[in-house]
């Protein structure tokens, strides 16, 4: 039994983690102060149900490198890694754009959970019905159209609609 078929049938659900690539973004999209490429990216998939956090690249495990193995080094023949996801400085470098999003697991779930009424006393709450174990695989579309959505926005504003 998979993953998901288990939380199923235990009544519960789980998150995950959706991870975002996309290729062919121009170099140059995005502001270094308030329209940071990565602040516009984080406002759409954050504005998505579910989702409780984002990163970009190495994302939080760049905290825990130094900066020689970090830094996202140039030659003439391109980038010699990708740790920032494919923004430097609030701007698009032209490399592969890449994002994780963090799904929380769905509260409506079939199992007993206490809460309170409307008179603050303690009570238990069983919701009925069909209810995912896990919306990551519905959720997919979702991060992919807010991501298409903003950096064509992008693109809109800088190269115009024709």
Do not use: W
């Amino acid at each position: 039994m998979d993953l998901i078929e288990q939380v199923r049938v235990e009544n519960d659900s789980i998150g995950g983690i959706i991870e975002c690539r996309v290729n062919g973004v121009p170099a140059g999209l995005g502001e270094p102060v308030f329209g940071k490429l990565q602040a516009l990216l984080s406002h759409a998939v954050m504005s998505i149900g579910a989702v409780k956090g984002i990163q970009f690249g190495s994302g939080f495990a760049s905290a825990f490198m130094r900066g020689s193995e970090c830094n996202d080094q140039r030659t003439s023949n391109g980038f010699l890694s990708n740790h920032a996801g494919g923004i430097l400085g609030g701007i698009s470098s032209g490399q592969e754009i890449v994002l994780q999003a963090a799904i929380k697991p769905t509260s409506s779930i079939s199992r007993a959970q206490q809460t309170i009424n409307k008179n603050n006393e303690t009570t238990t709450l069983v919701v009925e019905g069909r209810h995912d174990p896990c919306i990551c695989p519905r959720a997919v579309v979702v991060v992919e159209s807010m991501v298409a959505i903003t950096l064509l926005d992008l693109y809109y504003t800088a190269f115009g609609r024709t």
